[in-house]
């Protein structure tokens, strides 16, 4: 059986299961997923209780499923083979393969591209808003200016987003820093990120994000709780977002009458300031 996947023609490849279902319209944002890795039991741990017909479900993803099956029951283990598809593809891009599998979709922009202006056609990242199934669908994250879109067409809108889970777009991240973009935002430049233009992304550097960490906390540590967000002024003067914008006057961004409507809201990535640290803060 393996012997004849690897080495037969393309023909036979398209008709095993998982090759169908990629190719089916809608579901343009898994990836393959390797046979190996399915048969691992324990990369299914746990999913027998999410998925109802699991054995069936699992043998048909593997096209070891016995024919001998109604009509009826076999389009609900269609259904349940799908799902557990789906589970075991939110794991599976969490590896090393998995990962790499995903980066070529992302380089290709299979996840479509951000629709803001400012960002130029950045490719997008699935994510799930819960790990859990039938929560919510998939959003779209774009690393550039970091927020969150639903997809365009309705059959990828209607994605679970579980099948992707919360973690993706960040693991990627992590694993191939290179890949995430400049920052539609004007961040501090340290003097290394811009003399270092060789990386077609201009990935953001460590010392930059750093800066940025050590910023939002100085932030925080000013905003204490009875001061009002009206009482600092400087210390993020310099993180607004105008960086692709026209040069603005700054008589005109500066004006004394409406000093702080454009205040900024400072941006997370990826994890919440924990409580702990706001040692000064008491309830
Ligand atoms: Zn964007």
């Known amino acids: 059986m393996m012997e004849e996947l690897s080495s037969g023609s393309s023909d036979y490849a398209a008709s095993t299961w998982i090759a169908w ?16 890795y399915i048969l ?31 009509d009826e029951q076999r389009e609900q283990i269609e259904a ?3 799902i557990l598809y789906g589970l075991v593809h939110a794991r599976y891009i969490l590896t090393t393969r998995g990962l790499a ?3 070529e979709k992302y380089k290709r922009a299979d996840f479509g591209r951000c629709p803001r202006v400012l960002c130029s056609q950045q ?14 669908p998939v959003k779209l994250y774009c690393p550039r200016c970091e927020d969150l879109y639903s997809p365009k067409s309705s059959r ?10 919360t973690t993706f777009p960040h693991m990627l991240l992590m694993v191939y820093p290179h890949m995430i973009p400049v920052k539609t935002t004007s961040l501090p430049q340290t003097p290394t990120s811009a003399n270092a233009p060789k990386q077609a992304y201009g990935g953001v550097s460590a010392d930059a994000l750093h800066q940025r960490a050590l910023a939002l906390e100085q932030q925080n540590q000013l905003l204490s709780p009875s001061e009002d967000v009206s009482s600092e002024s400087g210390a993020n003067g310099n993180t607004r977002p105008f960086a692709d914008s026209a040069p603005r006057p700054s008589t005109a961004q500066g004006a004394p009458a409406v000093p702080h ?17 706001q040692s000064n803060c008491t309830d």
């Open 123 to 136: 490719p997008l990242l699935p994510v799930g808003l819960s790990d859990l199934p039938y929560q919510n």
């Open 80 to 82: 349940q083979a799908r």
């Open 101 to 103: 599998k995903m980066l």
């Open 156 to 165: 990828h809108a209607s994605i679970d987003g579980a099948f992707f889970g």
């Open 21 to 36: 279902f990629l190719s089916t319209k809608g579901n343009e944002y898994f990836c393959e997923l390797d046979e190996d």
């Open 40 to 70: 691992d039991r324990f990369n299914l741990t746990g999913l027998n209780t999410e998925v109802q017909h699991y054995m069936h479900a699992l043998d048909l993803i593997t096209d070891a499923l016995d024919e001998h099956l109604g």
């Open 261 to 277: 409507v454009e205040r900024l809201i400072p941006r997370i990535f990826g994890f919440p300031v924990e409580t702990a640290t």
